[in-house]
Nanobody, 117 residues
């Protein structure tokens, strides 16, 4: 199995920055792509950013130019650097390892990000 543990969330003022981390453990060789999703109260979970095993990235339009996803395979960690945060970025942020070689997706428990205006 794979375990994903997020950290780095918190309360920040609009315009501020946070860096989220997600550490993977367990059968980490089964992980290929990784991603970050978020879910705001009363809304569906949405894609924020993804990164392939080769480092190719993809972003939601709403975060392009403000957020950066990266990974350190040696540390089994994926990061989400969030700059110029807006109140609408407030959500629980989840780490995701999709389509692993174990035949299933894995999710972290989530970390709360709150941006005050």
């Amino acid at each position: 199995q794979v375990q994903l543990v997020e950290s780095g969330g918190g309360l920040v003022q609009a315009g501020g920055s946070l860096r989220l981390s997600c550490v993977a453990s367990g059968i980490i060789w089964s992980i290929n792509d990784m991603g970050w999703y978020r879910q705001a109260p009363g809304k569906q979970r949405e894609l924020v950013a993804t990164i392939t095993s080769g480092g190719t990235t993809n972003y939601a339009d709403s975060v392009k130019g403000r957020f950066t996803i990266s990974r350190n395979n040696a540390k089994s960690t994926v990061y989400l650097q969030m700059n110029s945060l807006k109140p609408e970025d407030t959500a629980v942020y989840y780490c995701n390892a999709p389509k692993t070689d174990l035949g299933r997706d894995y999710w972290g428990q989530g970390t709360q990000v709150t941006v005050s205006s």
